[in-house]
Nanobody, 127 residues
């Protein structure tokens, strides 16, 4: 059974930084894609950043380019981890952040088909 467990959320002032982590387990993820999504208050869930577990090919939402960095480690181990380093945070980044993984097509195109999600972690950025 696939499990994704996020950590690292919290409250920070604008301009500050946070690092989110997501530990994955339950299958071999080598051919999958992993990413971060977020749901701001009262808004729909949106893509933030993604990367292949192999480490090749990152993708970012325009709103976070240059501020956020996605990375992963231990992709061939039983419990690989993906990170989201968030710098120069803005109040508009306030949201619940979710880690998700699945085949690349689902992650980047047919997102309604994404099968594996974490429980979410709250990020709050104050002025």
């Amino acid at each position: 059974q696939v499990s994704l467990v996020e950590s690292g959320g919290g409250s920070v002032q604008a301009g500050g930084s946070l690092r989110l982590s997501c530990a994955a387990s339950g299958r071999a993820f080598g051919s999958y894609y992993v990413g971060w999504f977020r749901q701001p208050p009262g808004k729909e869930c949106e893509f933030v950043a993604g990367i292949r577990w192999s480490g090749v090919g990152t993708s970012y939402a325009d709103s976070v380019k240059g501020r956020f960095t996605i990375s992963r480690e231990n992709a061939t181990n039983e419990k690989p981890t993906v990170y989201l380093q968030m710098n120069r945070l803005e109040p508009e980044d306030t949201a619940v952040y979710y880690c998700a993984t699945d085949i690349e097509h689902s992650m980047l195109v047919a997102r309604r088909h994404i099968r594996y999600w974490g429980q979410g972690t709250q990020v709050t950025v104050s002025i």
